[in-house]
């Protein structure tokens, strides 16, 4: 115990052992609703639901893992929402390209991830974003999983007059999310540890009381087989041999670089972590994102990034690589005990992701907003974010827009040359992926 305690600096962060394991849980238990979603949404391509399965927990393990033990943050890693649909609907549906051949995409990205991160490229980029952005991209993150979180709990829904509009508040799982919002905002209010995790727990157990979260049918199953996409991707690479294929591969780099970038700054930024406005061991982070790509490819499964859900970990303690430990371990355990997760669903996660986008909103204060040269942009991140239903979109609109502001207020000099440069790229990679 002490040795773990040494390692990961336990004293140094104010941290314990309890504290971290609390908050691995946390995590796990805040995005372990990744482990059934993103099968649904893959076979939509027509890729096998169990394969994809196991081949998301592994993923999620071994990045976490690395992200735990080498790069020592309390974030996770697994599959990502928005860029997995992207790899469904819009390439494999949309284009009409095998899942095969779109996998093999996915791997030339993870490829060319690990390069930009072993030659430090990534980690220069991450440090040349100006620092009220940065905060724009925490607070903004926040107001997006917030926004995800409404629209779980049924909250907040689709409406073909207005875009969004009120839910069903009479519906039985929508008063179990408002149950649930309520107990944690009490729990947090009254500074009872590891409040947010002790809330899901009562959520969950007043849906099952209640029948509204049926109980497990089972405890124990097998891992289903990788045999129906292990290796596909690298069977595949010649594929990638055509304009369109290899716009698209570097379009998944593009849109796991910035979701995870931008992830792993509003994180840092909320948990205080930022030393010197920088980020401590960012290759290592950025290496373990690199690594889980790479194996979710070679297993077949969509790009894996840093997961925002990590914040609520962050939030009941979490601030050493062994929340992260324990995360991936809860993750391999995950293969073999999938039906007790069923319990997990969207009405039981939706009030953490309220509450921290509540917590993470505290950044909006840190914003120099009498400066409209720096306000803009970051405004625009900010709201970009949720409206677009999009970390990387709403970066885009804030990157492009902050040179635009800073030459109008004669001061482009200070804008460092490689956001002039992201700025071109963000312009091209918007019409591209939405003209």
Excluded: C
């Excluded at 045999?227 to 010649?238: E, N, V």
């Excluded at 294929?245 to 780099?253: D, E, H, K, Q, S």
């Excluded at 970390?391 to 040179?403: C, E, K, T």
């Amino acid at each position: 115990m002490s040795k773990i305690a040494s390692y990961f600096q336990f004293k140094e962060l104010g941290t314990s052992f309890k504290t971290e394991v609390i908050a691995g849980l946390t995590t796990f238990v805040a995005m372990s609703y990744i482990l059934f979603l993103n099968p649904n949404v893959l076979s939509a391509a027509g890729m096998d639901k169990g394969a994809v399965f196991t081949a998301t927990a592994i993923s999620a393990a071994v990045a976490t893992l690395f992200m735990g033990l080498v790069a020592k943050y309390p974030i996770a890693i697994a599959p990502g929402l928005g860029v997995n649909a992207y790899f469904a609907y819009s390439v494999v549906i949309g284009m009409g390209v095998s899942w095969q051949t779109a996998i093999a995409g996915i791997l030339v990205a993870a490829l060319i991830f690990l390069a930009l991160t072993l030659t430090h490229v990534r980690e220069k980029i991450i440090h040349a974003i100006p620092a009220n952005l940065r905060i724009a991209i925490a607070a903004g993150i926040g107001l997006f999983i917030a926004f995800i979180g409404l629209h779980n709990a049924g909250l907040i829904v689709a409406n073909p007059e207005t875009m969004v509009a009120m839910g069903n508040l009479t519906e039985k799982t929508t008063l179990l999310s408002i149950f649930g919002i309520a107990l944690t905002l009490i729990l947090i209010i009254k500074k009872v540890p590891a409040a947010i995790f002790f809330g899901m727990v009562g959520t969950t157990i007043v849906g099952i009381v209640t029948g509204l979260i049926a109980m497990p049918k089972a405890i124990f199953a097998p891992a289903p087989s990788l045999a129906p996409t292990f290796g596909q991707a690298w069977m595949h690479l010649g594929d990638i041999n055509t304009f369109g294929m290899i716009v698209t591969a570097l379009t998944f780099l593009i849109v796991v670089f910035f979701d995870t970038a931008g992830t792993l700054i509003g994180l840092t930024e909320q948990a205080g972590m930022l030393e010197n406005g920088k980020m401590p061991r960012a290759g290592r982070a950025l290496m373990a994102d690199a690594v889980g790509m790479t194996v979710g490819a070679t297993l077949g499964t969509s790009p894996t990034s840093a997961f925002v859900e990590s914040s609520s970990g962050m939030a009941v303690g979490g601030r050493s690589g062994f929340a992260s430990v324990v995360t991936a371990g809860f993750f391999a355990l995950a293969l073999f005990f999938s039906p007790l997760l069923a319990v997990v669903t969207s009405q039981v996660t939706a009030p953490a992701l309220i509450v921290v986008g509540i917590l993470m909103a505290n950044n909006l204060k840190k914003i120099q907003w009498e400066d409209m040269a720096m306000a803009a942009p970051a405004f625009l991140i900010v709201i970009g974010m949720p409206l677009t239903y999009s970390i990387s979109d709403g970066i885009a609109l804030g990157f492009i827009a902050y040179p635009i502001t800073m030459i109008a207020a004669k001061r482009g000099k200070e804008v460092n040359m490689f956001m002039y440069a992201l700025a071109l790229i963000f312009v091209a990679f918007l019409f591209y992926t939405h003209h």
